[in-house]
């Protein structure tokens, strides 16, 4: 039998500690003075007054759940709340029950639109069976869609109200005609929708009052409010993202024993619940599990695996910029070459309108699977292999959207003859928003279901068993999101609609996915962890707010159209802004003058570098104060391994003594 492995107890040394684990006590100087000898007994002491001069500065209303106390203590300043409360006056304590009684309906409040959230139930019942990164793309899916609803609302106060105000005005919202009508039309976005609200020819510069106040303005401002606003909310939310992945860092992982004993739910009675909070701690063991094997294959790895594998990558990376050109070259060749296409038939017609967006829809469908297989040869582990493949693939789509964009304008310029380029280059952004959905109906019941139906009816097939059913690939379809928010952005301007349309378009994505998932798809044999892939997901979108950005501030006075919108003709953004400001007052002229300067732009630079320094300082602060937590963690399992090694050595001297007792009254 093998002997038992003694267990060896190494105490950490600090600067405070100086006394050895050797030295001679009796049991009386254990009793008194083992406490004071501990490595953290003068950094609590030091810290003891600061956290009763902080408990002064806190808010007497604060729960007490929120104080960072143990229970005695919250118990203790209970009684201390009690007894000043019996102190004080009767209106100072009304005062402060009413304090008590708002903050209470505030919470009240915040759970029940909480609980008023669209989708919980369903998000509930899908982060159960297919873990939290698949409830993480339906999360973004809903952010969107909350989005839109604002950027609809802007454009109803802004722009689509003015406008239908000043036709009712002059009586000319009755000369709209749909005759010679079709269903085509309504794809391709031509004849009775070219002069509907939807496209940019319909709006028209009409004054209400005042040179400041027309609906070209309006037009002009509420689409400035809408990508400001779009901007501010979703740098808030991957700065918050950001903060909560770097404060956790990369690598943090909970505890695998705290997973196990302490994951479960105990307020759960229903056995669906049960069900699925048992399937989310699973997925949660396996991601963790899977984490850790790849962490001891890459410790693994000799010298030559290492240059072997970086060779390969090299490699691999080289067909991924290939790919890359290839695609963006296809969609130069569909737009430039291919698009000047007669025909007669209305299908050859529909067809031909949509083959630049049925090109970008199959380049931009296909691509992110080569690059997500390539990956896998990579070696990456799997959080990496979700960040390279959204990486490669947001490169894909918006780099072909952006050539799309500049060839497309391009050709617009050249070929304007008596039409609308801002009409026509909304029509181009509607019909890859009405694509986009049809691509995900026909990829879900056309080919998903399909395939689902064979696998479960042809078990005997060999090949239809090792194909299996559909997965849900994460990256992929957060991408498609993506991008469709990115065509919305870049058509708003000349499609002011897009956005309601938009609206309709998530609506019946989350349930075309929705089936797809439950219905169609299995659970995927690797789960990816999307705690630090959601900030990535809100950057790629600020990418694409920025690009749409960018091409409407160059592509704003690049149309040359003196027949269509707000802005015809000699009335363009400048034009019309600088009527404006010159019947404001004077000090009005001297302000917007100053804030177009050079003088304010300095001004604004600088306070940005004092607001980044003060931001930079607390970042740095918050660190050494998180380094400091990590010394007292590490100081608190010192006391427990010097307290149990002296304990050990009292009882140790203790049976030593009782035993020589013992001898000593034998002998006598």
Not at 108 to 119: I, K
Not at 172 to 183: A, D, E, M
Not at 270 to 290: C, T, V, W, Y
Not at 380 to 388: A, E, F, G, I
């Amino acid at each position: 039998m093998e002997e038992a492995r003694p267990v060896n107890y190494q105490r950490l040394l600090s600067d405070q500690s100086t006394v050895s684990a050797d030295s001679e006590f009796s049991w009386e100087d254990y009793q008194t003075d083992i406490y004071e000898q501990l490595p953290s007994s003068q950094r609590r002491l030091q810290h003891k007054d600061q956290v009763q001069e902080a408990e002064v500065y806190w808010n007497p209303n604060q729960p007490l759940k929120m104080l960072p106390l143990c229970i005695q203590e919250k118990r203790n300043i209970r009684e201390r709340r009690q007894l000043e409360r019996c102190r004080i006056g009767y209106w100072a304590s009304w005062k402060l029950s009413q304090e008590i009684a708002r903050r209470r309906l505030r919470e009240q409040a915040g759970r029940v639109v909480s609980g008023l959230l669209l989708w919980k139930t369903t998000l509930h019942h899908i982060e159960g069976r297919f873990g939290v990164g698949v409830k993480a793309y339906f999360v973004f899916l809903r952010y969107l869609l909350c989005l839109n609803f604002l950027n609809s609302a802007i454009i109803a106060g802004f722009v689509l109200s003015p406008t239908l105000y000043s036709m009712a005005i002059s009586n000319r919202i009755h000369n709209l005609t749909f005759k010679n009508s079709s269903v085509v039309d309504i794809f391709l976005g031509s004849g009775f929708m070219e002069h509907t609200p939807i496209f940019y020819g319909f709006y028209t510069n009409h004054s209400l009052g005042s040179e400041c106040l027309n609906t070209a303005l309006l037009f002009f401002f509420g689409m400035l409010i809408l990508l400001l606003l779009n901007l501010i909310m979703i740098v808030r939310r991957t700065v918050v993202g950001y903060k909560n992945t770097w404060l956790t860092g990369i690598h943090f992982n909970a505890n695998m024993s705290y997973k196990v004993f302490c994951g479960w739910d105990f307020c759960i009675s229903e056995p669906g619940a049960a069900f699925l909070k048992h399937s989310l701690i699973r997925n949660e063991l396996k991601m963790d599990l899977q984490e850790q094997m790849f962490r001891q294959k890459v410790l693994g790895r000799s010298l030559k695996q290492w240059i072997l594998l970086y060779i390969l990558r090299i490699v691999l990376n080289f067909v991924v910029l290939v790919l890359l050109v290839s695609s963006i070259y296809l969609i130069y060749f569909a737009t430039t070459e291919m698009r000047n296409c007669q025909t007669y038939h209305w299908g050859l017609d529909l067809l031909c309108g949509y083959l630049s967006p049925i090109t970008i829809t199959i380049v931009n469908f296909l691509m992110p699977h080569f690059f997500s297989a390539i990956t896998k040869y990579e070696d990456y582990s799997l959080t990496t292999q979700l960040n390279v493949t959204l990486v490669r693939s947001i490169l894909l789509k918006l780099g072909s959207l952006a050539v799309y964009l500049f060839f497309l304008i391009t050709k617009l310029n050249k070929d304007q003859v008596g039409r609308c380029g801002e009409t026509e280059f909304g029509k181009e952004m509607y019909k890859l928003t009405i694509l986009h959905l049809l691509a995900s109906f026909c990829s879900t019941f056309f080919v998903a279901y399909p395939r689902k139906l064979l696998v479960d009816n042809c078990l005997s097939s060999n090949f239809l068993r090792r194909v299996g059913k559909q997965q849900f690939v994460i990256p992929l379809n957060v991408l498609d999101l993506v991008y469709s928010q990115t065509v919305t952005w870049v058509g708003v301007f000349y499609c002011p609609l897009l956005p309601s349309i938009n609206i309709i378009k998530l609506l019946a994505l989350f349930y075309i996915t929705k089936f797809n998932l439950v219905q169609c798809c299995d659970p995927a044999k690797k789960i990816f962890r999307t705690t630090s892939s959601s900030v990535l997901f809100h950057f790629m979108l600020l990418l694409g707010l920025i690009m749409s950005a960018v091409t409407l501030g160059v592509n704003i006075n690049q149309f040359v159209s003196s027949e269509c919108g707000p802005f015809h003709g000699s009335q363009t953004v400048y034009n019309v802004t600088k009527d404006c400001v010159s019947t404001l007052p004077y000090a009005a002229k001297e302000g917007i003058r100053y804030i177009t300067s050079e003088a304010f732009a300095f001004t604004l630079i600088l306070m940005e570098i004092i607001i980044l320094t003060s931001y930079v300082s607390r970042a740095r602060a918050n660190q050494k104060t998180m380094e400091r937590l990590k010394d007292m963690l590490v100081m608190c399992s010192s006391d427990k391994r010097y307290l149990v090694k002296h304990h050990a050595t009292v009882l140790r001297r203790q049976k030593t003594t009782v035993k020589r007792s013992e001898k000593a009254t034998a002998w006598q």
